[in-house]
C-alpha cells in the first residue's frame, strides 16, 4: 500500500486497507480469487457486479471464493460467481487457476477439492499445468434441468446456423451444437435465443463445436451471464462428451481448440470428465 505524507489528502478514507485477492486466468478467462477460509466472505449481489466490472472494479469473468470444506479428504470448497451475481455449480478454468495456487501453498503435487459438483482430484501436470477432475456429466433431462421431457442427444430447437444440439450438464447446463464450419458460426448473434429459451429455466451455456479431427474439436461458447467467452472448461468437457453421445468419434481424449488456447479433456468409462490446460497469474491487490 503506498505510503503519503501530505495530511491536506483524505488517504485513509480514498485509500481503505482491504480484502486481499489474486486475480488469474485460464485461457484468457480471468478470475478475482478470495481466500474466505479464516475470514468468512459471502458477498452481496451489487459488491458482485462491481467486483467483475472493468470500469469500476477489479474486471472479472467470475468471482471464486475459497472456503473450509466439510470434507475431511479436501483441502477446500470453492464457490463460483457469474459476472451478474448468480453462484453457478462449475468452471473448469477457475477450479484449474484454485488448484494451482493450493498445490502451491501446500508444496503438493496433488490435492482434492470440494465444489456444489462434487469432490474433484486436481494434479500438477507441469509449470504452471494443471489436470483437474470435473464430475460426472450427465444427459438426464431432469438433471440439466429442462422444463419438458426431451430426447436431450437430439433436443430439436435452432436459432439460424444452429441447430439440434446436444443438451448435457456437468453441473451447469450446455447446449452444444455441431456444426461444419465454425468460422460462419456468429455466436454473439445467435446463441441469446438459445440462452433464454422456455426449455431452460436456469438458462443454458451455449458451444459451437466443430469436429476437426477424430480427437480435435474446435469450440466457441456463449456463456451463462458473461457471454462470448476466450476459453470455457466446463463447455468443453460437454463438447466431448456430446460428441461420444453422438457418435460423431469414439476417441474419449481429444484437444479442444478455442481461441485462446487449448485444453485436453479425457471422458472416463464412469461418465466423469477430467481436463489439463494452463493457468497464469495476473496480480493481487485488495477489494
Same mark, same amino acid.
Given at each position: 500500500?503506498?505510503?503519503?505524507?501530505? *495530511?491536506?489528502? +483524505?488517504?485513509?478514507?480514498?485509500?481503505?486497507?482491504?480484502?486481499?485477492?489474486?486475480?488469474?486466468?485460464?485461457?484468457?478467462?480471468?478470475?478475482?480469487?478470495? $481466500?474466505?477460509?479464516?475470514?468468512?466472505?459471502?458477498?452481496?449481489? $451489487?459488491?458482485?457486479?462491481?467486483? !467483475?466490472?472493468?470500469?469500476?472494479?477489479?474486471?472479472?469473468?467470475?468471482?471464486?471464493?475459497?472456503?473450509?470444506?466439510?470434507?475431511? *479428504?479436501? @483441502?477446500?470448497?470453492?464457490?463460483?460467481?457469474?459476472?451478474?451475481? +448468480?453462484?453457478?455449480?462449475?468452471?473448469?478454468?477457475?477450479? &484449474?487457476? #484454485?488448484?494451482?495456487?493450493?498445490?502451491?501453498?501446500?508444496?503438493?503435487?496433488?490435492? &482434492?477439492?470440494?465444489?456444489?459438483?462434487?469432490?474433484?482430484?486436481?494434479? &500438477?501436470?507441469?509449470?504452471?499445468?494443471? %489436470? !483437474?477432475?470435473?464430475?460426472?456429466? *450427465?444427459?438426464?433431462?431432469?438433471?440439466? +434441468?429442462?422444463?419438458?421431457? &426431451?430426447?436431450? !442427444?437430439?433436443?430439436?430447437?435452432?436459432?439460424?446456423?444452429?441447430?439440434?444440439?446436444?443438451? #448435457?450438464?456437468?453441473?451447469?447446463?450446455?447446449? /452444444?451444437?455441431?456444426?461444419? $464450419?465454425?468460422? @460462419?458460426?456468429?455466436?454473439?448473434?445467435?446463441?441469446?435465443?438459445?440462452?433464454?429459451?422456455?426449455?431452460?429455466?436456469?438458462? #443454458?451455456?451455449?458451444? @459451437?463445436?466443430?469436429?476437426?479431427?477424430?480427437?480435435?474439436? %474446435?469450440?466457441?461458447?456463449?456463456?451463462?451471464?458473461?457471454?462470448?467467452?476466450?476459453?470455457?472448461?466446463?463447455?468443453?468437457?460437454? @463438447?466431448?462428451?456430446?460428441?461420444?453421445?453422438?457418435?460423431?468419434?469414439?476417441?474419449?481424449?481429444?484437444?479442444?481448440?478455442?481461441?485462446?488456447?487449448?485444453? =485436453?479433456?479425457?471422458?472416463?468409462?464412469?461418465? =466423469?470428465?477430467?481436463?489439463?490446460?494452463? /493457468?497464469?497469474?495476473?496480480?493481487?491487490?485488495?477489494?
Amino acid at each position: 500500500m503506498p505510503q503519503h505524507n501530505n *495530511t491536506n489528502q +483524505p488517504w485513509n478514507e480514498t485509500w481503505p486497507p482491504g480484502r486481499p485477492f489474486l486475480k488469474m486466468h485460464g485461457l484468457h478467462n480471468h478470475f478475482v480469487i478470495v $481466500d474466505g477460509r479464516t475470514d468468512v466472505y459471502r458477498p452481496q449481489r $451489487d459488491e458482485i457486479i462491481r467486483i !467483475c466490472d472493468p470500469q469500476i472494479g477489479v474486471g472479472a469473468d467470475q468471482l471464486v471464493i475459497i472456503e473450509p470444506s466439510a470434507d475431511d *479428504t479436501a @483441502a477446500a470448497f470453492v464457490r463460483f460467481y457469474n459476472v451478474d451475481g +448468480p453462484e453457478i455449480e462449475a468452471c473448469g478454468n477457475a477450479t &484449474r487457476c #484454485v488448484a494451482w495456487l493450493l498445490l502451491e501453498e501446500a508444496n503438493a503435487d496433488s490435492i &482434492r477439492l470440494e465444489t456444489r459438483n462434487g469432490l474433484l482430484d486436481c494434479d &500438477r501436470t507441469g509449470e504452471l499445468e494443471v %489436470r !483437474c477432475g470435473m464430475g460426472r456429466l *450427465t444427459m438426464d433431462w431432469q438433471k440439466i +434441468p429442462l422444463t419438458e421431457e &426431451r430426447d436431450t !442427444c437430439h433436443l430439436g430447437i435452432e436459432n439460424g446456423l444452429l441447430r439440434d444440439p446436444v443438451a #448435457v450438464s456437468i453441473g451447469n447446463p450446455h447446449a /452444444v451444437f455441431f456444426v461444419h $464450419d465454425l468460422d @460462419a458460426i456468429d455466436l454473439e448473434e445467435m446463441a441469446p435465443a438459445i440462452l433464454n429459451h422456455a426449455l431452460f429455466p436456469n438458462q #443454458v451455456n451455449v458451444g @459451437a463445436a466443430q469436429l476437426m479431427a477424430d480427437d480435435t474439436l %474446435r469450440l466457441s461458447v456463449f456463456e451463462r451471464g458473461a457471454g462470448l467467452t476466450t476459453a470455457c472448461g466446463s463447455g468443453a468437457c460437454a @463438447a466431448v462428451f456430446a460428441a461420444l453421445a453422438r457418435g460423431l468419434t469414439d476417441v474419449r481424449t481429444m484437444t479442444v481448440e478455442m481461441p485462446a488456447g487449448s485444453v =485436453s479433456v479425457e471422458i472416463l468409462a464412469d461418465g =466423469s470428465a477430467t481436463m489439463t490446460g494452463p /493457468v497464469a497469474f495476473c496480480f493481487s491487490g485488495c477489494l
